[in-house]
């Protein structure tokens, strides 16, 4: 049986290595160096769990593939902080936007990929029943996560006053925490949309190689 529901140790090596690096690269010398340290958190947790998990609980080649596209997301942000990133202020000008739209970008992230997350470890935990409920408490997760994200938001500005202006990136939009929300949701039901059917296929595949290799 081809090995292609889970990536293999050494991709899973090369992956990591060339994660490292870009996060080396990210932090030589980023625009603020406090905004970029919140902003790699996620990175530098997900990899060592990842890391120990990755024998008991492999994950699909899919979620795998949109863990590593996200940390690069956080990274790029992270450097030059969301507000100033050059991708943004790009788009910006081809939109004609009023402000770089990179925060959004790493919003709709956070929704994409972290319904990907919930939905493997529902599937595979047979947690919920029936495809539209799955599909609920997936958004649900992906909201959950973040309003928490937008707390954290919150501590830090209570914590750091005008020093956690680069870490926010409102850019002075007053209804910045409900758009960030808006573009996760978007990027969760964006996953949810496009990428199901891959997920379950690689989910039955992963499944039936577990089986085959038990004793």
Request: aromatic share 10%; charged share 15%.
């Given at each position: 049986m081809s090995d292609t529901h889970t990536p293999s140790p050494g991709i899973l090596t090369i992956a990591l290595a060339a994660l490292m690096l870009a996060l080396v690269a990210s932090g030589w010398q980023p625009y603020d160096r406090v905004t970029w340290l919140m902003e790699v958190l996620?990175?530098?947790?997900?990899?060592?769990?990842?890391?120990?998990?990755?024998?008991?609980?492999?994950?699909?080649?899919?979620?795998?593939?949109c863990i590593f596209v996200h940390g690069l997301v956080l990274m790029l942000g992270g450097a030059y902080t969301y507000a100033r990133v050059p991708?943004?202020?790009?788009?910006?000008?081809?939109?004609?936007?009023?402000?770089?739209?990179?925060?959004?970008?790493?919003?709709?992230?956070?929704?994409?990929?972290?319904?990907?997350?919930?939905?493997?470890?529902?599937?595979?935990?047979?947690?919920?029943?029936?495809r539209r409920m799955l599909a609920f408490v997936v958004v649900c997760v992906v909201l959950a996560i973040s309003a928490t994200?937008?707390?954290?938001?919150?501590?830090?500005?209570?914590?750091?006053?005008?020093?956690?202006?680069?870490?926010?990136?409102?850019?002075?939009?007053?209804?910045?925490t409900q758009s960030d929300m808006f573009f996760a949701?978007?990027?969760?039901?964006?996953?949810?949309?496009?990428?199901?059917?891959?997920?379950?296929?690689?989910?039955?595949?992963?499944?039936?190689?577990?089986?085959?290799r038990a004793p």
């Open positions: 996620p990175v530098m947790i997900a990899v060592p769990v990842l890391l120990a998990t990755r024998r008991r609980f492999p994950l699909t080649t899919l979620l795998y593939a991708l943004g202020f790009q788009i910006a000008d081809a939109l004609g936007l009023h402000r770089n739209p990179y925060d959004k970008i790493g919003h709709f992230f956070q929704g994409f990929v972290p319904a990907l997350v919930a939905r493997e470890i529902l599937v595979r935990g047979a947690h919920v029943q029936g994200y937008e707390f954290i938001e919150w501590g830090a500005a209570l914590a750091m006053g005008q020093g956690a202006d680069e870490f926010l990136g409102t850019q002075g939009d007053p209804w910045d949701l978007i990027g969760a039901v964006a996953a949810l949309a496009l990428l199901s059917g891959v997920h379950d296929r690689q989910l039955r595949g992963l499944a039936g190689q577990r089986l085959a």
